[in-house]
Every structure is written in C-alpha cells, then in structure tokens.
C-alpha cells in the first residue's frame, strides 16, 4: 500500500537530480511511494515544476496523505521551504558555495545573498521539520551545532560500494565531466586543461564540450559508455561547486582519483584521502591533503 505522495519534477535514471531522487525515495521503500512528475514540459522549466509541485502537495494534504518534495531544493529556495503544506519531507537538500573571485552578477549573489537565505531557510526548516537531510556537506559552515542532532548531511554518501577490481592498463589519464555553469567549471580549469594536454596527457570530456583542441570529446553519453570511460581513466577533474557530484563519487567507486580545487578540502574529513589530489590553481600546484 502507497503510504507516500511525492512530487519529483525529475525521476530520470541517467540525471544527477533524478538519481539522487531515486536513492532517497528507496529509504521509504519504492512501493510505499507514488511518484508524481509532469507529464509535460514548459520552457519556464523547473521554476514552474516548483509552484505545480506544490500545489499537488496541498491538494494531496487535504486527502490527508504523507508527503515528500524532492528535486530542486537548493537551501536558497524560500519559496518551496516556506509554501509546501506542513510535514512535508523534503528529498536531500542542496547548495553551493562561492569559493572563486566574484566575476558576475550571478557570483556576486551567491556569494552576498545566498548565506543569508541560507540561514533563513535552514530556521524555516527547523521549525517544520524533525529531520533535514542534506545531500552532501557543502553548507556544514552554516549549520547551527545546537541543532546537529536533527540534521544529517552527507547522504549522497551513504551505501556507497567500491569496486574491488583494479584494472592494470588505463586508457586515459584524464576524464571530465564538463558543464557550462557560472559556478562549476572556470578559466583556471581550462588552463590545467591546456598544461596537461602539452605534458602528453590524453583527456577525455563527456557532456557539453570544451573545444579545447588535443580532447577527446565524446558529448553526451549513456550510462554503459560513462561507466567504461571511468573505468579507463587515472584522473578526473572536479567542478568547484561540489567535491560529491554523482559523477566524481562513481569515479570514485572505480578508483578514479579526484583532482579538485584545495578550497573544498574541508568536504572530505572521513573520506579515504587516497582517492583525492588538491590542487591549488593560483600557484600552479598540487598540495598534501592534512
């Protein structure tokens, strides 16, 4: 008996949100959730899934239903913490930090404006929630100690299995999983790009193209050609939004080593510190992980 109703505006099995939809919703049982999704899609995009989902939470609360929002709940996002009918569970919540130099208006607001929704948001949560589960531990600094004990983070990490197979020959040196985002991927990136591409390093991009002559850019791919792209690289190159994006943690789980921004370090506390390399971008080298 479906004991659950939730909104998931993406349940896709080969996207970041709908995987990390899927390992939440398996805490509750599958069978015990219904999944509702739009049928339909709206050039608004996700702005306008966020004001449906909540309305098909409130009609649900009124045939008194358990509920769950999932997808799209950055920490910023007053809007759905705040309208969501009462007891409302919310899937993993997310966020970002600013750890680069603000170069727009879009760095300027994450870096001025987010901390304080962050906080608002979080006193919001505190109030109507018994539990809030945060899907990694990038917010830790804005976490309240008092309140600890009702959060938990990191549950993008929970159940992880590591391969124990290691292959001996691997094909490339270095993968990327490359997006076009204001808060992922920056010149300093490209530029370690362009010095490994001159030491020999063959490198591989999967996603949205760099056109950095001397890739070996494949686009976007399926689950099966991803995975086999992992399994033969060395290296993979981190955004500087999040050390557990979904595609380092499979890295990861393969032993692919993280090359990462050494402003993150903070994320990785109880990780096995051989699987990562900090690399500092303003002097040009890679530093001891302590």
Not at 2 to 18: F, L, P, R
Not at 244 to 251: D, G, I, P, Y
Not at 254 to 266: D, M
């Amino acid at each position: 008996m479906q004991k659950y109703i939730a909104w998931c505006s993406d349940y896709h099995k080969n996207t970041g949100e709908g995987k990390l939809a899927r390992k939440f919703i398996k805490k509750f049982g599958k069978n015990k959730v219904k999944i509702i999704t739009p049928k339909f899609c709206f050039f608004l995009s996700n702005y306008l899934f966020q004001i449906m989902g909540i309305l098909v939470l409130w009609y649900n609360y009124f045939r008194t239903k358990k509920l769950i929002y999932l997808n799209y709940t950055p920490l910023w996002n007053t809007l759905i913490f705040l309208l969501s009918p009462p007891g409302t569970i919310f899937g993993p919540i997310t966020g970002s930090i600013q750890i680069n130099k603000i170069r727009n208006i879009k760095s300027f607001i994450r870096f001025y404006i987010f901390p304080f929704l962050y906080t608002l948001n979080l006193k919001i949560l505190l109030l109507r929630s018994e539990k809030i589960i945060f899907a990694t531990n990038i917010l830790d600094k804005f976490i309240n100690k008092n309140f600890k004990r009702k959060i938990i983070t990191n549950f993008i990490l929970q159940d992880l299995n590591f391969s124990k197979k290691k292959s001996r020959y691997k094909k490339y040196d270095l993968i990327i999983y490359y997006r076009k985002h204001e808060n992922k991927f920056f010149s300093h990136h490209l530029n370690f790009i362009k010095k490994e591409l001159k030491k020999g390093k063959k490198i591989v991009t999967v996603g949205e193209k760099t056109n950095i002559k001397g890739i070996k850019e494949f686009g976007i791919v399926g689950s099966n050609r991803l995975l086999n792209l992992i399994k033969n690289s060395k290296f993979a190159l981190s955004g500087d939004d999040n050390l557990f994006s979904l595609f380092n943690l499979e890295c990861m789980q393969h032993g692919v080593k993280i090359i990462f921004n050494h402003n993150l370090k903070f994320q990785i506390k109880k990780m096995k510190k051989n699987l990562f390399k900090a690399y500092d971008y303003k002097n040009n080298k890679f530093l001891k992980i302590i």
